[in-house]
């Protein structure tokens, strides 16, 4: 019921983005790389210049760092950029379509292998960065940011996953963390799965999770 109220809402309001409209597992990795510590709209046109010099992995690995690096100057953590360059000329001409296989690359985490996977490959992977960490929480009703409740919110995302649209799945979920459900502030009414979220029942949602105290 939640994963299908949830794409149902997706379909009629997802953002309009340029790596949305590709499966290709290279641009869509390039993407999410950019997207670490960066807002959508700013990276959007780096993302269009870079697809403009390098559509594709052997252009990339086959490119002067320097140029590579010149495409990337604005973005900040400039360690991403070598990590990529690092990358793709290391992977070789297949993009792999495993997990084990895509941590083994520099910069490529966990929540970035399981993305890839579930978008271009159609995997049951979640990958939980902080926002979808954030609304699985509000979910679940849990307050305490412990690892066993992230393991908690880990298992129920991955057990109410669409298992026929994995990739839309993990994209509606990171619109709806950038539409209603933020860090800091929070729109329950339009939210198209307040009806089966804890938080929404307390007086103060904000506090699910708590912030940890410096």
């Not at 950019?34 to 992995?57: A, E, G, H, N, R």
């Not at 360059?85 to 985490?109: Q, V, W």
């Not at 954030?134 to 679940?140: A, K, N, P, V």
Request: aromatic fraction near 12%; include cysteine.
């Amino acid at each position: 019921m939640l994963s299908k109220q949830l794409l149902s809402w997706y379909s009629r309001n997802k953002r309009d983005l340029p790596w949305r409209l590709t499966k290709d597992p290279y641009k869509i990795w390039i993407s999410e790389i950019m997207l670490q510590q960066t807002q959508v709209v700013t990276v959007i046109p780096y993302y269009k210049k870079w697809m403009s010099s390098f559509p594709d992995i052997q252009t990339l690995a086959c490119a002067d760092y320097d140029n590579v690096l010149k495409h990337w100057e604005g973005l900040g953590y400039y360690s991403r950029c070598k990590n990529i360059h690092l990358t793709a000329k290391s992977m070789g001409i297949d993009f792999p379509d495993t997990y084990n296989e895509l941590i083994k690359f520099p910069g490529i985490g966990e929540y970035t292998a399981k993305t890839i996977l579930a978008i271009a490959y159609n995997k049951q992977e979640v990958g939980i960065d902080t926002n979808l960490e954030r609304i699985g929480f509000r979910l679940l009703g849990l307050q305490k940011k412990s690892k066993f409740n992230s393991k908690r919110v880990k298992k129920f995302l991955e057990s109410i996953q669409d298992k026929s649209k994995p990739g839309d799945f993990n994209q509606a979920l990171m619109d709806l963390g950038n539409s209603f459900c933020q860090a800091k502030a929070v729109h329950c009414n339009p939210c198209p799965i307040t009806s089966e979220c804890k938080a929404t029942l307390s007086t103060d949602p904000l506090k699910y999770p708590e912030t940890k105290k410096k």
